[in-house]
Nanobody, 127 residues
């Protein structure tokens, strides 16, 4: 079975950084679209970033403003999300999601289009 596991969340002071990872297992992977989303208490889940397989193309939410960066480690089936200059408003549960049969090679911002999700990892930023 396909499984996605996020890791790397934790507590950090404003201005700090965290490096999240999303690792997929359970099958042989070729083409995919991977997305990062976050959800703060009482708020809707929102798009953070998305990348297609082998970094063909990527997209970030406008509010990221260059603070977050994705990278892929194909050999370990891992996509990382480097969170920099974190602010208290970044506090949320961060999820990765994957579609292993994408209809296109474009990043996807709609969470309903991702069949597989990880359990989430908590990011807490103190002021």
């Amino acid at each position: 079975q396909v499984r996605l596991v996020e890791s790397g969340g934790g507590l950090v002071q404003a201005g700090g950084f965290l490096r999240l990872a999303c690792t997929a297992s359970g099958r042989t992977f070729s083409r995919y679209t991977l997305g990062w989303f976050r959800q703060a208490p009482g708020k809707e889940r929102e798009f953070v970033a998305s990348v297609t397989w082998r970094g063909f193309t990527s997209r970030y939410a406008d509010w990221v403003k260059g603070r977050f960066t994705m990278s892929e480690d194909i050999t370990s089936n891992t996509v990382r999300l480097h969170l920099s200059n974190l602010q208290p408003e970044d506090t949320a549960v961060y999820y990765c999601a994957a579609d292993f049969d994408p209809s296109s090679n474009a990043p996807k911002i709609d969470p309903s289009t991702y069949p597989y999700w990880g359990q989430g990892t908590q990011v807490t930023v103190s002021s």
